[in-house]
T-cell receptor, first 113, second 113 residues
Framework: NAGVTQTPKFQVLKTGQSMTLQCAQD?????MSWYRQDPGMGLRLIHY???????DQGEVPNGYNVSRSTTEDFPLRLLSAAPSQTSVYFC????????????FGSGTQLSVL | GDSVTQMEGPVTLSEEAFLTINCTYT??????LFWYVQYPGEGLQLLLK?????DKGSNKGFEATYRKETTSFHLEKGSVQVSDSAVYFC????????????FGSGTRLSIRP
């Protein structure tokens, strides 16, 4: 069972560079989301999607873009990386918008120099 | 707005000790409450949940009771093992606001052999 797959696991960027964090799930989940994890701050929601073609902002969306062209994939784009975006990023999915259980990927550790 | 507050760590215990990790919440309505666990190098996974007042969630020897009168959901285990070393997150399901899961800041638990 693959579950939620995130790539890459580690990434180092220079300020101003762009990149895309990939997330794919094979459970036919409608709901997908991106969180960032920072020390002492828990997980904060960046963007989420309740189905293909539908996305919305979470708590900390600035500097990030998302799209959901298929049920399986939910990439997170950093258009112009900043040091404040250094963090660990987690993708998560659940069966429906009202589902009580999130399934998480193993995370992407991003450093912006 | 909705929020979760949990005790700061790190918490260090000896094997077979009794564990309590405190969690309190602020929410409108009647949220679902969760404990997630993050083992080193992995994503979060659901440990237990409770969906209404006085419910007790349990899994792998861990328990937590949904206390509406004290707005609490404390995590307990009678005898911890080295393998319980991880970061524990209390969370609530804020279904009144775009179906997002709100996480506490996490408590790191270390168990000495």
């Amino acid at each position: 069972n693959a579950g939620v797959t995130q790539t890459p696991k580690f990434q180092v960027l220079k300020t101003g560079q762009s990149m895309t964090l990939q997330c794919a799930q094979d459970m036919n989940h409608e709901y997908m989301s991106w969180y960032r994890q920072d020390p002492g701050m828990g997980l904060r929601l960046i963007h989420y999607s309740v189905g293909a073609g539908i996305t919305d902002q979470g708590e900390v969306p600035n500097g990030y873009n998302v799209s959901r062209s298929t049920t399986e994939d939910f990439p997170l784009r950093l258009l112009s990386a900043a040091p404040s975006q250094t963090s660990v990023y987690f993708c998560a999915s659940s069966q429906t918008q009202g589902s009580e259980k999130l399934f998480f990927g193993s995370g992407t550790q991003l450093s912006v120099l | 707005g909705d929020s979760v507050t949990q005790m700061e760590g790190p918490v260090t215990l000896s094997e077979e000790a009794f564990l309590t990790i405190n969690c309190t919440y602020t929410a409108t309505g009647y949220p679902s409450l969760f404990w997630y666990v993050q083992y080193p190098g992995e994503g979060l996974q659901l440990l237990l949940k409770a969906t209404k007042a006085d419910d007790k969630g349990s899994n792998k020897g861990f328990e937590a009771t949904y206390r509406k009168e004290t707005t609490s959901f404390h995590l307990e285990k009678g005898s911890v093992q080295v393998s319980d070393s991880a970061v524990y997150f209390c969370a609530l399901g804020a279904y009144s606001s775009a179906s997002k899961i709100i996480f506490g800041s996490g408590t790191r638990l270390s168990i000495r052999p």
